[in-house]
């Protein structure tokens, strides 16, 4: 108990200093908490990723479509159990910076194969019935205040010219992995105008969603799948779900390294802040520790004294850091919802916090301990700060 | 009088930890400052660098790249005939008509795929990009299965050396060669004919149609022209000015992040100097007492402790500056969100990036040893001198 308490005064015995220490800290940790949750964000679209579904997209890019009738061929495929359809629309709403995804899917079953997305049954029979109906989720109703009813105009970029759509659903996730800032609307709406305008591109698919019957066999399946279009005009590439998504994030993912490194940084930056704390609280009080060895203690205890003082800063530090950053997080993740939908501090961030916070007080304990420890009693005593 | 410089720098000497801990705090900040910064010209650098300012790119209205436009044949042959296109000694218009795809090729010690632009080129294209030569191989030769690969993709992606084939739109494609684009955004594409690649891909149109201007300064009037004309529904814009717009998503994305880091590395680092500074001031009441009563001034107390600290950012911001400087080695390649394919870039440090880098760390110091050296200048003379 004395001990404790010892190290207790240590700490905020020079209190402007210590109280530096700790604001420093507090800052690192948040800064790493963020940095951590914004590497998970990346990848929440792979998270929400099904282990029982296949995207089919055409082998060379995804930026080539494949014929219509191979949703037909696919579903003939062996342990198939539904296939649709979605394409990238890239409209702008209003202004290039309300950027959020458009897919253009099939009315009629998308939202079969994607039972995490929750809506009402007359709502969803709505968006089925109106030709110009979208549906939308939770979160960009939200942000742009949509409500069911509501008709919003979308300027193509690939698909030039205006297009409206109706809001007739509105859906919510699951949980909230869930992603739902996107907007669905049918496919035939954009095929039509596709095939009045330019004959020749009509009935063309971007990818194929697939679902399968027994998720064990998705790699067999997805091979099945390829071998039908060999040699032909436009070879498919199927793959799960996951390794699609991940596909995106492979593509930039020195950024997300990047990002990584950086939020091992500010955890080296503040290292050094703290280790430079203890250097000079165990070079004023070298006499002091000398004082402690020639009474008897042993060198051991006096390593202790300081590895404890260290630990002790950096902990109260770290704590109101990692109590802090679900807050910021919070107010972060509204900030950037357009590039994040899913911006949510995870049990791996804040145990990571809590290592790094361990690891900060070791190494900044480490030289001053082993000196106060090693020094000869005689040279302590008649140190002067 | 002023304290002697001597003085205060062997101050920061004597404490060789403490500096050296404060002063490697800051130059990490400024490491992270500068890379991004570097990062940043280096993007714009690459993007400025591959367009030339005499050239003109149209492409459909209403898109904003390469890949989402479409230009038909009659409306190329009309782009072609403007009267502001310059000439070739054989006088042919200097319009090259292109066709853009997006490949995927596996980067090196990745196991997933990323987009690749294949550009297809006319002949004349190439003299529209004095920029970019052969490195090693030859030019691909028209009406052929052959292409050429950039710098970038030729060192970073697999399966691209000279002589291997590339298998795509049922054809197997000769890399006969690789061009250095001169840092450009070419450094990332694929080049080949565009008419083989045209027919290869079952296409009927072109992706864009670059021009060269007979004199720089027609642009208003050959933007205009092709505006007004109802046939073409096409937009112009001078080249460098459309690869700028291509990777603005891009640099703002690195800008801001970047900024963001920046300050709040930066709160750390002058956390960290101003510990330094404050003990630096308690350790040395007595000190300070007996230069105060040997005659020494409040403002030179303040001066003295001020450069100091001023003096340990600048240790830390040119030791940051030094490794940042290394990275200019590297390069890295990452998704072009707008193109939605790769672009290669490195970190250029400019001297402007410099200067603000120095400014920034000093700056750091500055803020951090303000208070403790104005602490140091109020403090009593009688007071000081007991404290010891």
Known sequence: MFFFKLIFKNVFRAKLRSTLTIVGLVISIVAFGLLQTVVNAWFAGSNAASSSRLVTRNAISLVFPMPGYYRERIRSVEGVKAVTVSNWFGGIYKEPRNFFPQFAVDHDNFFDLYPEFLMPDEQLLAFKRDRQGAAVGRKLADEFGWKIGDTIPIKGTIYSGNWNLNIRAIFDGKDDTTITRQLYFHWDYVNEWIKQKYPRRGDQIGIFLIEVSDPARTADIAKAIDNQFKNSLAETLTESEKAFQLGFIAQSETIVMAIRIVSFVVIFIIMAVVANTMAMAARERLAEYATFKALGFSPSFVAALIFGEAMMLSMVGAGIGIVLTFPIAKIFGMAVSALFPIFKVSLDTVLLQIACTAAVGVAAALVPSWRSANIRIVDGLRHIG | ???????????????????????????????????????????????????????????????????????????????????????????????????????????????????????????????????????????????????VVGKNVYDGFEGVGIGEKLRFAQRDWTVVGYFDGGKSGFDSEVWGDAEQLMQAFRRINYSSVIIKLSDAGNFDTVAKDVDDDIRLALQGKREQLFYEDQSRTLSNFIFYLGTVLSIIFSLGAIIGAAITMYSSVAMRTAEIGTLRALGFRRLSILIAFLTESLLLGLVGGLAGLCFASLLQTTTISTLNMQSFSQLAFGFVLTPKIFMVTVFFSMFMGFIGGFLPALKASRMKIVDSLRAA
């Open chain 2, 1 to 147: 009088m002023n304290i002697p410089f001597s003085y205060i720098f062997r101050n920061l000497w004597a404490r060789k930890l403490t500096t050296l801990l404060t002063a490697g705090g800051m130059a990490l900040v400024v490491f992270v400052f500068a890379a991004v910064q570097m990062l940043d010209a280096g993007l714009r650098q690459t993007m400025v660098g591959t367009g030339s300012y005499d050239n003109v790119v149209f492409i459909r209205k209403g898109s904003e790249t390469e890949i989402q436009s479409g230009i038909y044949r009659d409306q190329a042959a009309l782009i072609e005939s403007l009267p502001q296109v310059a000439r070739d000694e054989q006088g042919k218009p200097m319009a090259s008509k292109e066709s853009l795809v997006l490949i995927s090729l596996i980067k090196r010690g990745q196991d997933k795929a990323s987009n690749i632009v294949t550009r297809g080129l006319s002949p004349i294209g190439l003299v529209l990009r004095p920029q970019v030569r052969i490195a090693e191989g030859r030019m691909f030769r028209p009406g052929s299965s052959e292409i």
